[in-house]
């Protein structure tokens, strides 16, 4: 495509930072590619477009501005999205096509996020070709598509936070690791993520890599038959072909991290949206500090207003401890951090990019899943690859010391450390391989549409 004019792909990521950032990183590999991009999105959360000089952006109306996102509102700001964002999204799309057909242009197809379901009939409506991007497992949208089955055939209610018995049709997961809200009506819920899947004409993409999910990617290409591009892990391939990123100065909590032994910290970070009492941060605070290890702590400032006057209020010993042994910071570089060789594991709530992030770099998990699909990732990372502690989730000072030391110090610890390592390699492999030709597939796929 070097010589002629760049085909037009717009990319409209729901305002959540763990789906903007590989949305973002499929911009890149796909602007590596010879693709002309755009960026639709919502006022709320929106990207900054000085760091992404190559993309244009596009904002749209979404009347969420002062929202914060959590996971107990979550499943009804996803409804308010799928609703507010209609009509906008449409005038936005309306006139970027009037736009480029000034210039003889068109848009080659959209890419959106399968959070907004209701993109679906927008492309339609405007004869647009699309693709759906899905920023979980594909395990995680097969347990939909399993769940919605089930229900029809009575099983309610299907998530059920202590029930150890196996799922029928997929065996590898419990009933109480389904990623089912606790939601009013569950049914429409499970509807509208499986549609994505059946009523896509072009396929889905998925941030995975396919010898980790295999089956599930094959049983999804066998229930719905349509094209599924494990292209994986994004934030590694898009990392070959960012050099425009700013170059920032190095976080203190690397040269905090430069001080430290090999393997010798551990990363606690329960993601973007997941938040605790204050209570049971001192739990944490005290667990961590009598498991007598290094750790790097992001508290993320929606968690507790001020982090300094928490630390003051807790007992004159464990704030010295954390002041020998931790580093308390807001937020984190976190691939970077995961790279380094001083982090030797991971407290995780197992998001699907801190998943990602942690399988390749070959750093082994404590997996604290809180809601929706972490809980699924949880039990892949334990029980399928083998290289994350399932931990009981009472966060309990004498519980976070012993699990701490179950992965730090213990024989335990040490085999998942060996697996994640070997799991490190084979990703890294399909870098050149499934996920290379997954890329090039897409890419096929696109122009195929525009001859
Ligand atoms: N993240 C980060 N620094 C932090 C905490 C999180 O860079 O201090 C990034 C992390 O690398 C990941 C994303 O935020 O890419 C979180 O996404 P994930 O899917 O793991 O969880 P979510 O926040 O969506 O629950």
Redesign the pocket.
């Known amino acids: 495509m070097e010589n002629q004019t760049r085909l037009h792909l717009v990319l409209i990521p729901p305002p959540?930072?763990?789906?903007i950032?590989?949305m973002l990183q499929l911009a890149t590999i796909l602007h590596s590619k010879g693709f002309s991009i755009t960026i639709a999105h919502t006022h709320f959360n929106s990207p900054n477009p000085s760091n992404h000089p190559i993309f244009n952006f596009l904002p749209f109306f979404d009347g969420l501005s002062k929202t914060q996102i959590t996971s107990k509102n979550f499943v009804d700001i996803a409804s308010t999205l799928n609703t507010n964002c209609v009509s906008p999204l449409k005038e936005t799309l309306v006139h970027h096509i009037a736009k480029l057909e000034k210039h003889d242009e068109k848009i080659a197809c959209i890419i959106y996020d399968g959070f907004f379901h209701f993109i679906d009939s927008l492309a339609k409506e405007l004869k647009l070709p699309s693709i759906v991007f899905r920023?979980t497992s594909a395990t995680n949208i097969l347990t939909y598509h399993v769940c919605a089955h089930l229900q029809t055939k009575g099983y309610l209610p299907l998530q059920d936070s202590k029930s150890l018995d196996l799922v029928p049709e997929l065996e590898l997961l419990r009933f109480k690791d389904l990623p089912i809200f606790n939601l009013t009506n569950p049914h429409d819920f499970l509807h509208s993520i499986s549609k994505t899947l059946s009523i896509t004409p072009l396929g889905v993409i998925f941030n995975t890599v396919e010898s980790l999910e295999d089956s599930s990617l094959n049983h999804l290409h066998h229930l719905y038959n349509v094209n599924l591009f494990p292209i994986g892990p994004l934030?590694m391939i898009a990392n070959e072909f960012d050099n425009i990123s700013i170059v920032r100065e190095k976080d203190n909590c690397i040269s905090w991290l430069n001080n430290k032994p090999r393997k010798s910290v551990l990363y606690v970070?329960l993601?973007?949206?997941?938040s605790w009492e204050e209570k049971e941060l001192t739990e944490m605070a005290c667990g961590l500090v009598k498991s007598r290890q290094n750790f790097l702590w992001?508290i993320?400032p929606e968690t507790v207003t001020d982090v300094s006057s928490w630390l003051e209020s807790l007992s004159e010993d464990v704030k010295l401890g954390v002041v020998e042994r931790g580093c308390v910071?807001?937020?984190?570089?976190?691939?970077e951090?995961l790279a380094h060789e001083a982090v030797g594991g991971f407290w995780?709530?197992?998001?699907?990019?801190?998943?990602l992030?942690s399988l390749c770099e070959g750093v082994p998990i404590i997996c604290q899943p809180y809601f929706g699909d972490?809980r699924v990732n949880a039990r892949l990372l334990s029980h399928v690859w083998k290289v994350g502690l399932e931990w009981c989730n009472v966060m309990e000072r004498n519980e976070v010391e012993k699990v701490v030391r179950r992965l730090m110090v213990n024989q335990e610890g040490e085999e998942l450390r060996k697996r994640a390592i070997e799991l490190k390699h084979e990703i890294r492999l399909s870098l050149s391989g499934s996920s290379c030709d997954a890329l090039d597939g897409l890419v096929k796929c696109i122009l195929s549409m525009n001859v």
Request: glycine share 10%; with cysteine.
């Open positions: 959540l930072k763990g789906h950032t590989p920023t934030h970070s993601g973007s949206i997941a992001v993320r910071v807001k937020w984190a570089p976190q691939s951090v995780s709530h197992c998001g699907w990019n801190s998943t992030e972490q």
